[in-house]
């Protein structure tokens, strides 16, 4: 399942282009880098970066109903 929620950051992961990510999938992105003691830098988008743009990060249907309620 896709996430699709607003990407309010943007992030570069080794191996990989530079990619969008909402807020929620920054903070579990944030835990896995830390855990494996690497430096992740997200840098906020501006208002017209996030027009239209959303988080295409795969997520478990159970890590979404966690989401929500946040």
């Known amino acids: 399942m896709i996430c ?11 191996g990989r282009h ?3 990510i909402c807020l929620g999938c920054a903070k ?3 835990g896995i880098a830390e855990t494996i ?5 997200l840098i ?7 027009a239209g743009m959303t988080c295409p990060q795969t997520i478990k249907e159970s ?3 966690e ?3 946040e």
């Open 37 to 41: 003691d690497f430096s992740l830098q």
């Open 67 to 69: 989401r929500k309620e």
């Open 4 to 14: 699709n929620q607003q990407a309010v950051f943007r992030y570069t992961w080794p």
């Open 63 to 65: 890590h979404k109903l």
């Open 44 to 50: 906020p988008l501006s208002g017209k970066e996030q």
């Open 28 to 30: 579990v992105l944030r």
């Open 18 to 20: 530079e990619a969008v």
